[in-house]
């Protein structure tokens, strides 16, 4: 073997290629490490020393019998690799004497063994599965599958099942005085039964809350299908260790399977340029002990692919390897389309006339991919979108000296974007997982190139200010990925008290085209373990409702440095559209009858910001601030870095011009964009010569410059808003002024938007909301250092009371247009469309129901061809269906319209602003105000009995369609694994047609038995393989049965459905009159 590379070294052979010969994840141990951890476990189960009791020997010299009493005493073993296929040689240190039994002259005496005597056993791993008392063992060239359905451990193991034993003297050669007694010895080790594990993987999380939690969680978690060992040997020429690679794929891995080790082509890992002067290696690192390589495919297929897709990005793609160092991927966008309106100005004066054009630009960010390239330890990201726009301008005068002067010139636009990405380990005691955060700019980048014109009586054309000043804001989609989470890959690290624990990300990470993590094996007490256990579950459930927490290294082993959240985060969760629930439910806890500080306390730990302190507020805002320092109303409309138009998210009532009088537009608090007249503008913003930040935009031919004022209102800790600036419109400049609207509304579908904008003032602008935030927290800070009895500390307890007693407000006033839209949802007469979409809700509200049931049944144990067990689950579900909906049209007195109504309140239950018990009473209450006379007419009809029939049909048809499905893709799973059987039984049988051969021409014998029992392995693995041939041939016959029996009662069900349905349409029809 090569000795170990440096990482940068590695990176370098690395380089632009993938070297894990079709597999998914290689994961990489050195001899030196395992060693450590076998050493800990033979002192944990010591039985393999101390079982080695006195024993006697008898032989025959010159005709005279003899017997010799040995007393051994074994000391802790070493391994080491011997070849590439798992043959390893254990050591054992040798100390204690032995007694001449037959020697009269000196009976009893103990004769001690020359020093540093040991006994080395050649032995074999093997991989066992789950219980190593109960598993059969399997040689290292077989590839062992996990079976999904269940959590299962594949481990490496050594056993003696067929050892050879020698004895080495202290000059490291063969002791030849012990021959006699190495049949003895060899026998000891044979029939011991003694198996120690060396390590392991795992396919799904053992602990029950923690394979719930992952499951719940945005992380994405690599789990093993399958997997096969190598060995590679160590030099002792330059102290080089040999390794153990472990070879997996992955779950749902688009990989068609890696290849096995053969005789003739062992499994190992030889990076580098020229084939035919690669030297095996290990991807272990100099100066580490364990290292992780995780292939292109799947780094990008399991990992970066979810990641975009689940950010919004669209058609994520990798390239094809070529010639480049590290990973290429491109993405686009999530739709944004950009409109700027082209320029058309006139005017004329006594006896001339000018005008001046500049083209506009349409076009949707999704249009051109954004480029993501894995390179070294980190990502680039780029963008750009090129328009090439045309602008002119004239001068003509009149006159006896009248003349027409012009010009005119194009130029490419180029809008791009630059960004780096960095990993991180979001724990630093959860190693085992990677997180990587990209930080988009603002705004996009205008660059002008092949500028090109002419002019006539008028200067060379040079590109408009309104463009090469425009600033357009970076599409709103984060870039920031889920977590990618590798422990189920290195988790059963022998004995159990061994966890990899990867380098400080991101060092860690290298990115040649597969991407290698490098890092050490370290061991960990009962109480870290379960500390380690503790953060994951606890982590795992963060990434919901907020952005990883960065843990970094702390400066001595006691002291853990943690960078908490910041208003900065609070402010991004509030302004982008991440998936979280914090503003609603901030919004409902100070909204709350009975103890609502307890209420928002619980919503800041449950999103991490409990923090944050009241003068972070004004810090990066400016505004109110009990620090003199910071104290006044700094309106954010004065020219600073932090100034972000989102703060001014909220409807606006223009006053002037008097011909806009009647109009109104919205600042959206996500996008920034402003909206009037259905039509959506970006904005920009620049500090003006009065050092105010002025934003502009240009709107169906206007155009406008404002200043966006907030005024503080003390008694309440909240804001009022306000604009003053300028249009221009095609008859000249006019005053633009208006305020905050008093009307309350929405358009926006997004939740959070709904409830910034839908309550119209106060509460609805940001910086309101900011400000109340700011004043709890400066309250409770008061409680803490025991000031709220002062005067001061009242004066803020006051605020806070009159802040919660606005939201108080508003939620109700939220709640009343709820319950008025519900109201009027439920009157309506309702389309045949929507009957048949709501009676689907139904369906669908059932079939969580009956599936529900159907968890309560174990799950189907698909070997088993328990047609009865999976009849059982079917009644079941049937019978829970019925009654759910039996339950659910008696609690609703039969309407069909109230899904409508919940369809209303969705946006507010999905935010958190409103629960779910208060959305149904809103939904019960608007239902029970049907008249008495409808209701008597469908209680007395036969729509109900309709009705729930054909929703128990489509629930049939839905578990159906379930059913035939997992028979159509089991039976897939096990055509492939006939396939790969079959690939096995061709190769073990190639194996033992080499290995009889090679046995036939052995001259030593020690050699030939070794082959001998090859030979007869690889035919005993043919016999099991042909076995599980003629077992899958049976269950796939058993799954056509059952996938064709199922796609009948389908159709029966199916038929049954859409008459029900038609009977209870026309039952319906025949209430309503």
């Given at each position: 073997m090569?000795?170990k590379h440096t ?18 994840v ?12 076998l ?8 039985k393999?020393?101390?079982?080695l ?12 019998t003899?017997?010799?009493?040995y007393h ?9 690799f011997?070849?590439?296929s ?8 040798m100390?204690?004497y ?6 009269p ?6 004769n ?29 060239r ?14 490496i193991?050594m ?8 004895v ?7 002791d ?13 080790f ?5 198996v120690?594990?060396?390590l392991?993987?795992?396919n ?5 809350h ?7 969680s945005?992380?994405t ?10 060995t ?7 102290n080089?260790?040999?390794s ?8 749902n891995?688009t ?8 005789a003739?082509q ?7 340029p ?13 100066g580490?002990t364990?290292?992780i ?13 979810p990641?975009?897709v ?22 686009r966008f999530?739709?944004t ?8 100005h ?7 006339h ?6 506009g630009?349409?076009?949707?960010a999704?249009q ?8 070294d330890?980190?990502a680039?990201v780029?963008?750009s979108?090129t328009?090439?726009l045309?602008?002119s301008s004239?001068?003509s005068s009149?006159?006896?000296?009248g ?5 005119d ?22 190693s085992?997982r ?9 705004t ?7 500028v090109?014109?002419?002019?006539f009586g008028?200067a060379?054309?040079t ?5 090469t ?13 889920v ?8 988790n ?13 990300a991101?060092e860690s ?18 109480t870290?373990?379960?500390?380690r ?10 990434t919901?409702t907020?952005?990883?927490?960065q ?6 082993p ?11 985060d ?14 609603g ?7 709350a ?13 449950n999103?991490?910001?409990d ?6 507020f004004?810090?990066?805002t400016?505004?109110?601030?009990r620090?003199?320092?910071l ?9 600073s870095?932090e ?15 008097e011909?806009m009088?009647?109009t109104s537009?919205?600042?959206d608090?996500?996008?920034g964009n ?9 904005t920009?913003s ?18 406008y410059?404002v200043?966006?004022i907030s ?8 804001f009022?808003?306000s604009?003053?600036?300028?249009v221009t ?19 926006s ?8 904008t ?10 309101g ?10 309250r ?9 009895k ?8 006051r ?17 009343d ?9 439920v009157r ?7 009957s ?7 369906a669908a509200?059932?079939d ?10 174990s799950?189907?144990?698909w070997?088993?061809?328990?047609l ?8 079941a ?5 019925q009654?759910s ?6 609690s609703?007195?039969h309407?069909?319209?109230l ?5 209303a ?5 999905s ?15 608007a ?12 209680n ?12 128990i049909a ?19 799973i ?10 096995a ?12 051969e ?6 030593i ?7 001998e029992?090859?030979?007869?392995d ?11 041939q003629?077992?899958?041939?049976k269950?796939?016959?058993d ?5 064709q ?12 459905r ?5 009977n209870?349409?026309?039952e ?5 009159g």
């Amino acid at each position: 073997m090569a000795p170990k590379h440096t990482a940068k070294d590695l990176v370098g052979l690395m380089n632009g290629d993938t070297w894990l010969k079709g597999w998914d994840v290689l994961v990489a141990y050195d001899e030196d490490l395992i060693n450590t951890m076998l050493e800990a476990s033979v002192k944990q189960a010591p039985k393999i020393l101390d079982d080695l009791k006195p024993f006697q020997v008898s032989w025959t010299y010159n005709h005279r019998t003899f017997v010799t009493e040995y007393h051994v005493s074994l000391g802790l073993p070493t391994l080491k690799f011997v070849d590439v296929s798992g043959t390893i040689a254990v050591t054992f240190p040798m100390s204690g004497y032995y007694i001449d039994v037959t020697d009269p002259s000196n009976p009893g005496s103990q004769n001690p063994f020359s020093g540093n005597q040991r006994m080395v056993t050649t032995t074999y791993l093997y991989n066992v599965s789950g219980n190593i008392d109960e598993s059969k063992l399997l040689p290292a060239r077989v590839r062992i599958d996990f079976d999904q359905n269940v959590p299962t451990s594949k481990h490496i193991a050594m056993a003696f099942e067929n050892p050879s034993v020698k004895v080495i003297g202290p000059d490291g050669n063969t002791d030849p005085s012990w021959d006699t007694a190495l049949s003895f010895l060899t026998s000891y080790f044979a029939s011991s039964g003694f198996v120690y594990r060396v390590l392991g993987v795992q396919n799904k999380a053992q602990d029950l809350h923690l394979r719930q939690t992952l499951a719940d969680s945005f992380t994405t978690t690599l789990e093993p299908s399958s997997m096969v060992f190598s060995t590679v040997t160590g030099d002792p020429a330059t102290n080089t260790p040999g390794s153990l690679l472990i070879w997996i794929n992955m779950l749902n891995s688009t990989s068609s399977g890696g290849q096995l080790p053969s005789a003739g082509q062992p499994l190992l890992f030889q990076p580098g340029p020229d084939d035919t002067s690669r030297l095996s290696t290990t991807p272990v690192t100099a100066g580490n002990t364990a290292a992780i390589v995780i292939s292109h495919d799947c780094m990008f297929s399991s990992f970066l692919k979810p990641s975009l897709v689940n950010s919004g990005y669209s058609e994520p793609k990798a390239n094809e390897r070529g010639n480049y160092n590290g990973m290429q991927i491109t993405a686009r966008f999530p739709s944004t389309p950009y409109h700027i309106d082209e320029v058309n100005h006139s005017d004329t004066g006594f006896g001339w006339h000018s005008t001046d054009h500049c083209d506009g630009m349409d076009f949707n960010a999704n249009q051109d991919p954004v480029n993501i390239q894995f390179v070294d330890h980190g990502a680039t990201v780029s963008y750009s979108r090129t328009q090439r726009l045309n602008y002119s301008s004239s001068y003509s005068s009149t006159g006896p000296h009248g003349s027409t002067r012009g010009a005119d010139g194009s130029a490419d636009f180029t809008l791009s974007l630059q960004a780096n990405g960095t990993w991180s380990n979001p724990n630093r005691d959860l190693s085992n997982r990677l997180l990587l955060s990209v930080s988009l700019p603002p705004t996009l980048t205008m660059t002008i190139s092949n500028v090109d014109g002419d002019g006539f009586g008028m200067a060379y054309p040079t590109p408009p200010s309104s463009l090469t000043n425009l600033q357009i804001k970076t599409p709103t989609a984060s870039l920031d990925s889920v977590s990618l989470d590798y422990f189920l890959t290195t988790n059963l690290l022998f004995p159990g008290q061994h966890v990899f624990d990867a380098d400080e990300a991101p060092e860690s990470v290298w990115h040649p085209r597969d991407t290698l993590l490098t890092g050490k094996v370290t061991q960990q007490t009962p109480t870290t373990q379960a500390r380690r256990l503790e953060t994951l579950v606890d982590n795992l459930k963060r990434t919901k409702t907020r952005r990883e927490m960065q843990k970094l290294e702390p400066k001595d082993p006691n002291a853990v440095q943690i960078t908490l959240p910041t208003f900065q985060d609070l402010k991004n969760d509030i302004l982008s559209l991440k998936p979280s629930t914090f503003l609603g439910s901030a919004i409902a806890a100070w909204a709350a009858e009975s103890d609502p500080d307890a209420a928002f306390e619980t919503v800041l730990l449950n999103h991490n910001y409990d923090s944050l302190r009241g003068d972070e507020f004004g810090e990066v805002t400016g505004i109110y601030s009990r620090d003199p320092a910071l104290a006044g109303n700094k309106s954010l409309s004065l020219g600073s870095p932090e100034f972000d138009i989102r703060y001014f998210g909220a409807f606006y009532d223009i006053t002037a011009p008097e011909s806009m009088s009647n109009t109104s537009f919205v600042v959206d608090p996500h996008s920034g964009n402003i909206e009037m007249n259905e039509t959506e503008a970006v904005t920009s913003s620049s500090v003006g010569a009065d050092g105010k930040t002025h934003v502009t935009w240009t709107l169906l031919g206007n155009s406008y410059d404002v200043v966006f004022i907030s005024t503080a209102v003390p008694e309440t800790a909240s804001f009022t808003l306000s604009f003053e600036g300028t249009v221009t419109m095609p008859g000249g400049e006019e005053p633009f002024n208006g305020k905050q609207s008093d009307a309350p509304r929405s358009t926006s579908p997004e939740p959070d938007v709904n409830i910034v904008t839908y309550i119209g003032f106060g509460l609805s602008t940001v910086l309101g909301l900011f400000a109340m935030l700011q004043s709890w927290l400066y309250r409770r800070q008061d409680k803490i250092e025991g000031k709220d009895k002062t005067e001061a500390g009242k004066e803020r307890m006051r605020q806070t009371d009159a802040s919660r007693a606005e939201i108080k407000a508003k939620v109700n006033e939220i709640l009343d247009i709820l319950r008025g839209q519900v109201g009027e949802v439920v009157r309506r007469p309702l389309s045949p469309a929507e009957s048949a979409r709501l009676r689907g809700s139904m369906a669908a509200g059932f079939d969580q129901a009956a599936a529900e049931a159907s968890q309560s049944v174990s799950d189907i144990e698909w070997h088993d061809s328990s047609l009865s067990r999976q009849g059982d689950v079917h009644d079941a579900t049937v019978r829970n269906g019925q009654q759910s909906a039996d339950d659910a049209i008696d609690s609703m007195n039969h309407s069909v319209r109230l899904p409508a109504a919940f369809d209303a309140i969705g946006p507010f239950v999905s935010c958190g602003l409103v629960s779910n018990g208060e959305a149904r009473n809103i939904g019960v209450s608007a239902v029970s105000g049907q008249s008495t006379e409808m209701q008597t007419r469908l209680n007395a009809s036969d729509y109900p009995a309709s009705q729930a029939t054909a929703s128990i049909a489509s629930i049939q048809t839905s578990k159906l369609d379930s059913l035939a499905k997992a028979a159509a893709k089991k039976i897939d799973i096990l055509e492939q694994s006939k396939k790969r059987n079959q690939q096995a039984i061709v190769q073990n049988e190639a194996l033992a047609k080499r290995y009889a051969e090679d046995a036939a021409k052995a001259t030593i014998e020690a050699e030939k038995t070794r082959l001998e029992k090859l030979a007869k392995d690889s035919q005993d693995a043919i016999k099991e393989l042909e076995e599980r041939q003629r077992y899958a041939d049976k269950q796939i016959q058993d799954e056509v049965d059952r996938k064709q029996a199922v796609e009948k009662s389908r159709r029966e069900a199916e038929d049954e459905r859409t008459r029900s349905s038609h009977n209870a349409e026309e039952e319906y029809k025949h209430v309503e009159g």
